[in-house]
């Protein structure tokens, strides 16, 4: 049997190719936009509201690493709040960062509990889970404000499909009951013992099965911070003039341009999420110069906050 690892040239084959998608996507939309445009809107920007923004954001990753330590404390995991904040502006740094394939989940899951990994592991796939289904919930809020108000259906089934196999997903991943019916059969696999560490994986987070308080809070929190995401952009559109665009849209179009983010075409979504942007908004009557720029500079504000999780990581000191 061959229990040799992938090669590791094609690892960074494959992060080349992401980085190369994502500079023709951009090199794309700079060739179709007018530059000279996009520089006049940097130009032109009212620092205030890009402090407002830096705000709101910081606000998202406050609560982020807020539902993060609930998980934790659920699980026994003893961390003081200031260590997990600084764990996770570690996780954005390795996130917006570094292409590689460690990833800021996995950092989260390094510094929470070494000496408990399975736990700690449990704890971020649950943070990654009530993460989506506050997204999808928020999205099918105003999908369905959308429907009612204004006629129109975009995104409703692929929203509600999304929906309905999050919570498909969760109910598996929480159920004792799914657990017990299928542990026997994934501890069968034995290669590289990858059913044994499913097994102990699944085993753990059926502890949050039954905990509908930290679930309900969780969901709320994650709702919350969509709410927060959605609003950033538009106080970014509001640095660059008066806009009279309102809130509804950012409400709509910013989750879904979150989900198709998460697709890994391009490395941190790179040109996806500009080109989304563009698309979009494009659709409410937004220049696209100025929704690209509204993009760019939305995301460039929250890599400002993972160079800050890059000075957590030069100090901070990893329990061992």
């Not at 910081?58 to 998980?71: K, P």
Request: hydrophobic share 60%.
């Amino acid at each position: 049997m061959n229990n040799s690892k992938p090669e590791p040239g094609l690892k960074w084959i494959w992060t080349a190719l992401r980085v190369i998608i994502g500079v023709v996507l951009i090199a794309f939309l700079l060739w179709k936009l007018n530059l000279g445009r996009i520089l006049e809107h940097v130009r032109a920007m009212d620092i205030r509201y890009l402090i407002a923004a830096m705000a709101t954001y910081f606000a998202f990753i406050m609560i982020s690493a807020w539902r993060w330590q609930i998980l934790l404390d659920r699980k026994k995991i003893v961390i003081p709040f200031g260590r997990t904040v600084a764990i996770y502006f570690i996780s954005l740094f390795f996130n917006n960062v570094f292409p590689t394939t460690i990833g800021g989940d996995v950092t989260r899951v390094l510094y929470a509990a070494p000496e408990r990994k399975a736990e700690s592991l449990a704890t971020v796939f649950a943070d990654r889970i009530m993460g989506f289904i506050g997204l999808f919930i928020f999205s099918l809020g105003w999908v369905l404000y959308i429907m009612v108000f204004l006629g129109r259906t975009e995104f409703l089934l692929f929203v509600i499909v999304g929906l309905v196999l999050l919570l498909l997903i969760t109910y598996i991943l929480f159920s004792e009951k799914v657990y017990l019916f299928f542990a026997p059969l994934v501890e069968k696999i034995k290669i590289f013992r990858i059913g044994e560490r499913l097994s102990n994986l699944h085993k753990t987070m059926t502890d949050f099965g039954g905990a509908w308080g930290v679930i309900t809070l969780c969901v709320i929190q994650s709702i919350v911070m969509q709410a927060l995401l959605a609003f950033a952009p538009l106080l970014v559109l509001r640095s660059m003039g008066d806009y009279k665009l309102g809130i509804v849209p950012f409400f709509l179009y910013v989750p879904i341009i979150n989900i198709i983010s998460m697709i890994p075409v391009s490395f941190n979504a790179l040109g996806v999420r500009e080109n989304a942007y563009v698309l979009l908004f494009s659709r409410v009557g937004l220049e696209g110069a100025v929704s690209f720029t509204m993009s760019i500079i939305s995301f460039f504000l929250v890599f400002i906050y993972s160079l800050v999780g890059g000075v957590c990581f030069i100090f901070y000191r990893r329990k061992r």
